[in-house]
């Protein structure tokens, strides 16, 4: 009597995630669950159920992590009943949930019309696919592709409404759904002014030095002029 293959799990992404959950993965292989039925209720990650949201046919099911008590690591399983019998499929990969916390933030100022590339440095803050990053309630937004270090996340700067705006908590929302912060003020200074620039002529060839004179340049992360 033939009987059909043995499901199998052969990739998961990704692969970590918060412990407040919320982490959308994708779980592929070959001979997985077929119908919503099967699917739903069927998919655990790390011991913990993973919402489904959908799926193709034998190949791909994809589901929401759910919330975990703590950091822990584990095997993506799939529960099947066959004639009355529970079957599990488990992958060979583990999924970690993660615990993140920021350590600090640099620079600690920028000018009011944002911009600043603000690094972020911390214990598995790069996790997850979604990221979001706020001074206070002024959004910083994450750069995308992200880093590969998993302590290092960059965001760039909104402008401020005013200058001389001081800002006091810094965080970071995971998924939407776990939320880390920092007391660290951040400072918006007023936008770089030029005064006076000398000498005003040079040599065909170049290779004259000019000098820029102004306030407020401390500020400024890369520094550029063009004649």
Known sequence: QDQCPAPKITKVEPRTGPIG???VITIFGRDLLRTVDDVA???????????????????????RTGRAPRAQIGAVGIRKHVNGFEQWTVS?????????????????????????????????????????????????????????????????????????HMTNVFMMSFEGGTNRTILKQFFYTDGPIVTSI???????????TITVVGKYFISIQEPKMFV
């Open 92 to 164: 060979e990969n583990v999924f970690e949930y993660k615990d993140p916390q920021i350590t600090s933030i640099f620079p600690l100022l920028g000018p009011q019309s944002g911009g600043t590339r603000v690094t972020i440095m911390g214990d598995n803050i790069n996790i997850g696919n979604t990221i979001e990053a706020y001074l206070d309630r002024l959004a910083c937004n994450v750069e995308s592709p992200r880093s590969p270090d998993p302590s290092v996340v960059h965001c760039i700067t909104s402008p401020s409404r005013q200058p001389g």
């Open 21 to 23: 959950g919320g982490t």
């Open 41 to 63: 209720n069927a998919t655990y990650v790390a011991g913990i159920p993973c919402t489904y949201i959908s799926h193709e046919i034998s190949t791909k099911v994809t589901c």
């Open 198 to 208: 000398y000498p005003l002529k040079s040599f065909l060839g170049g290779g004259r």
